[in-house]
């Protein structure tokens, strides 16, 4: 069975009450669920994190290492940001899906840059809480290759 890491960063906790405009209704236990049951039914164990700490975030892409066959992983804000978190995707040996609820690309300028997205094997952005299942199953095919 494939063993997949669901990470989730800053403000992600709130979605539910964030701007239903850009992040929808649900709320990130919803998705989670989505993600553990979609996955239960493609062979994968999904294991799920959120943080709204950048270093717990880094500490557990580090423990990821060896330990998961690949994580879908939303940064939240640290996206436009985070060198560190970009360098924690870099130096582990896991496959990483960037992905995000909203279209980045088409969003406030200084959201439509990802210093993530170079150190992952792809990014899901503007499909909402569906965009978690692609995530998973780009990874799905990755793993099964």
Known sequence: MKKILLMN?????????????????????????????????????????????????????????????????????????????HDAVECIDVPVVEIHLSDISQREEFRRISVIAPACVGQVKGLGKEGYLRALDMLLEEASE
């Open 9 to 85: 960063g800053p403000n992600l906790n709130m979605l539910g009450h964030r701007d239903p405009k850009f992040y929808g209704t649900d709320t990130l236990a919803a998705i989670e669920a989505m993600v553990v049951a979609y996955g239960a039914h493609h062979g994968a164990q999904v294991d799920c994190f959120q943080s709204n700490h950048e270093g717990a975030l880094v500490d557990k892409l580090h423990e990821a290492h060896g330990r998961y066959d690949g994580i879908v992983y939303n940064p939240g804000a640290h996206t436009h940001y985070s060198y560190a978190l």
